[in-house]
């Protein structure tokens, strides 16, 4: 990564920041869906399966701890997180990365006034690679064009930034679809309704983008006025060419997708006391609904949810909200063997076992 000012790297256009993202071509940092083309993420979806499949003996699993087990990797996440720490947590004990972690800034020296950005430098004098949640937009980023300046540039992985970019979440998204959707000609053409709080949910924001490269895809976007998507994000869709619709029409959505993209009111940004029991969510899928969607829809869902789906809905074959849980921790697997470089040994080791 070329040094430069922060003002200089944050001017630069997406095409600017993936050569310095990923200089040699593959993801070096995973910082931004934009940062991902269509080659990579066929090549993830590719790595994860036959990571996967690797693993079902024990044989497997060995090789695969022995890949990076020289190697260790600091989780730094400043807000909170159930299945994108643990999956990751997993994932580098299913590679053999020696995890650390700071889940509470309280217990580290920024309670004594250190920044953030002293913090974490400090993780990349120990660790080889950061993977790091943080409160404030852009801030993995930042640490990555920080780290280029000094004389340890370890790999950044966000695992979850501001209200702006949840990148590796849209990455294990797409790897659902592309299961959900293998019998019928991949995510090419499908239409993905994404529904909740898409003003503030990254999630929506790092996955709309990553859908982008699917040829004949559209978006719909169920939110009231105040939730709806932002402006940024339309003038991408307007600027790649991408069909979408806003609406609250959530009944007629439902039945008209391929996949119902489900996510929370994100109210740790409102200002003032949180609402007590129910958290105003405008619309809930129910049982109801079920009888609504097509018979080879699916409904996802990046969880944690409240009340936005019904536990009901849980054992309809279409709901992969668990499934999803389940890809995040191999999609985060395959992601760290492509930044360390290993996908050709799994390639080998998987051509071995398939012969
Ligand atoms: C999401 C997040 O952190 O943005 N959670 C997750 O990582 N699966 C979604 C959310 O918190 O609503």
Known sequence: MSAGSWAAFQAMGPEEKRAVFQPGGRPFHALIAEQFDRAFLDRLCELT?????????RG????????????????????????????????CQIVGLHPAEVRDTS????????????SVRTFSSYFDLIIMRHPVGG??????WLLSNTDRVVPVINAGSGKDQHPTQALLDIYTLQRSFEARGGIEGKRIVFVGDLARGRTVRSLARLLMLYPGVSQCFVAPESLQIGS??????????????????????????????MTRIQDEWDAGPKRAGGDGHPFHFTERHLDLLRPEAVVLHPLPRRDEIAPEVDADPR??????????????????????EKDAEVDRYHADLVR
């Open 49 to 57: 399966t036959r990571a996967r499949r690797i693993a079902k003996t």
């Open 107 to 118: 217990t580290s020296s920024e309670l004594k006034g250190e920044s953030p950005e002293d």
């Open 232 to 261: 940024d994000l339309t003038a991408a869709l307007d600027a790649a060419g991408v069909p979408y619709t806003c609406t609250t029409d959530f009944d007629r959505a439902v039945s008209e997708a391929d996949a119902v993209y």
């Open 60 to 91: 497997g699993r060995l090789f695969l701890q022995d890949l990076l087990c020289d190697r260790r990797a600091m989780l730094y996440f400043a807000q909170p997180s159930t299945r994108t720490f643990l999956s990751f947590y997993a994932a």
């Open 139 to 144: 801030f993995a980023e930042r640490i990555a």
């Open 319 to 340: 709901a992969v909200y668990w499934r999803q849980v389940r890809n995040g921790m191999w999609v985060r697997v395959a992601l760290i063997l492509s930044i360390f």
